[in-house]
């Protein structure tokens, strides 16, 4: 996986939880929901970027804590 990809992850990643937060502070559920979704969203991507390079354990992490979140 390129370091591109890498980032690209990491930021929506980080922008799912900023606004599943936003989402709860506010009382807006569908915001919540959104950002769940796109955190789970972005972790499977980056389980399947996992895949690609060979990394079957880390696919696989990466894959359940994409739906534990």
Do not use: H
């Not at 969203?41 to 739906?67: C, I, P, S």
Request: net charge negative; aromatic share 2%; no cysteine.
């Amino acid at each position: 996986m390129g370091l591109k990809d890498s980032l690209s992850n990491f930021m929506n990643k980080g922008k799912g939880k900023a606004q599943e937060s936003a989402g709860r502070a506010t009382g807006d559920r569908e915001q919540e929901a959104k950002g769940q979704a796109t955190q789970t969203e972005t972790g499977m991507k980056q389980a399947g970027e996992n895949l690609k390079n060979g990394d079957v354990k880390g696919a696989r992490e990466e894959a359940k804590d994409a739906f534990d979140e």
